[in-house]
C-alpha cells in the first residue's frame, strides 16, 4: 500500500483574535490517495481557499498536521518548503499566470529552470507536456496568441512538467466559457485515467460532476465526501 498524497489531520485556521476571530478551518481531517480525482466545494466563507492554501504549502494551519507524499510540511525551513511545493506540486490557477510575451514552451519550463535542470532536457521535457495537453503545435506562440483555454492548458503543462506527486487547480475553469471549459476538464480526466492524482477547488456543479470524490465545506469542516461515477465529456449533450 502506497502513503497517501494527501494526510491532513485535524487542520484548524484561526484568524484574529478575540470578539474579531474567524474559525477558517474547524477541524479538516482528509486523506487523499495516489491516483484519486478530487473535487472541494463550497460557498464563499466555507474556508475552501484557506484548504487550497494549506494543501499547496502557501499558509500553514494555526493547529492540525498536514503529510504532502509522506513530508510533514510543518517542519520544513523555508528553503525546504520551497523546493518541496516545486517539486511535489503542480498548481494550476483560475488566472493561467503566465508571462506575458514569452513562448508557450519558455513558459512551461519554468519550474524546470527554477529547479535547475539544463536547457536541452527542459525544453524536451517542456514540449513533452504541451504535447500531453494537445498544444505541441502551439509552443511557440506567446499567451496573447492563444485562447483562454490554450493559456489554461499550457499552465497545466507547466503544472505537469515537474511530474508533482499532486496536481493543486484553484477554480482551473472560472475564467473559461463553455466550450474551453470541456476542453480543459477533458485533459484533467485523460491526465487522471493515466494515474494521476488531482485535486480540484471550485463552485462549479459541472466541474465537480467530473471527479470521483466530491467534498462539500461549510464553515470550516467538510460536512459531505462521497465516492462518485464521473460525469464524463459529452454526457450532458443531449
Do not use: C
Not at 478575540?18 to 491516483?35: D, M, N, S
Amino acid at each position: 500500500m502506497s502513503r497517501p498524497v494527501l494526510d491532513v489531520r485535524d487542520l484548524k485556521k484561526i484568524y484574529g483574535e478575540g470578539e474579531a476571530t474567524v474559525h477558517a478551518l474547524a477541524g479538516v481531517t482528509l486523506t487523499v490517495e495516489r491516483g484519486d480525482y478530487v473535487a472541494i466545494m463550497g460557498s464563499s466563507g466555507s474556508g475552501k481557499s484557506t484548504l487550497m492554501n494549506i494543501l499547496g504549502a502557501l499558509d500553514v494551519p494555526s493547529t492540525g498536521t498536514y503529510l504532502l507524499d509522506g513530508v510533514d510540511v510543518s517542519k520544513l525551513a523555508d528553503r525546504q518548503l520551497a523546493l518541496a511545493r516545486n517539486r511535489l506540486i503542480g498548481f494550476i490557477f483560475q488566472a493561467f499566470n503566465l508571462i506575458p510575451r514569452t513562448s508557450a514552451v519558455a513558459n512551461v519550463e519554468l519550474p524546470l529552470a527554477y529547479a535547475g535542470v539544463k536547457p536541452r532536457e527542459r525544453r524536451r521535457r517542456a514540449l513533452e507536456a504541451l504535447d500531453v495537453v494537445g498544444l505541441a503545435d502551439r509552443a511557440r506562440h506567446e499567451p496573447n496568441q492563444l485562447s483562454g483555454g490554450q493559456q489554461q492548458r499550457v499552465a497545466v503543462a507547466r503544472a505537469l512538467v515537474t511530474e508533482p506527486a499532486l496536481l493543486l487547480a484553484d477554480e482551473p475553469t472560472g475564467n473559461l466559457d463553455t466550450r474551453s471549459t470541456e476542453d480543459v476538464l477533458t485533459v484533467f480526466d485523460q491526465l487522471n485515467a493515466a494515474g494521476r492524482t488531482i485535486v480540484l477547488i471550485t463552485h462549479e456543479p459541472e466541474v465537480g460532476d467530473r471527479t470521483k470524490r466530491l467534498i462539500r465545506l461549510v464553515d470550516g469542516r467538510i460536512v459531505h465526501d462521497v465516492r462518485q461515477t464521473p460525469v464524463l465529456a459529452g454526457r450532458h449533450a443531449q
